[in-house]
């Protein structure tokens, strides 16, 4: 029989980590925002790789008051300071980042379905 190959687990952070380890998180030239599902129709969208210098509290705040949905920041022990949404905000994020002037379009890497 054939292996089945649909049942790993997946890791929506597996390709963050391509690359050189040496670096340290936060300094990274491009940032991720991912969506991962939680149970039945919700959805969870993660932010990474926002730099040091930009406080993420103010940003969440800024992303809660914009579109209207609830939203923390989490401290991975290997990514640094992630920022997660929840729903599907990744096209409202892009926009959002771009508009204030934190990034280019071509810094940004969506992710999912």
Do not use: W
Not at 85 to 105: A, H, S
Request: charged share 30%.
């Amino acid at each position: 029989m054939s292996a089945i190959q649909n049942l790993t687990s997946f890791d929506p952070f597996a390709d963050a980590t391509k690359g050189d380890d040496l670096v340290p998180s936060g300094t990274e030239d491009k940032i991720h925002i991912r969506i991962q599902q939680r149970n039945g129709r919700k959805t969870l969208t993660t932010v990474q790789g926002i730099g040091i210098d930009y406080d993420k509290k103010k940003l969440v705040k800024a992303f809660k008051k914009k579109f209207a949905c609830n939203g923390t920041v989490i401290e991975h022990p290997e990514y640094g300071e992630v920022i997660q949404l929840q729903g599907d905000q990744r096209k409202n994020i892009c926009t959002f980042l771009m508009e204030i002037g934190i990034v280019r379009e071509d810094q940004l890497k969506v992710h999912g379905f």
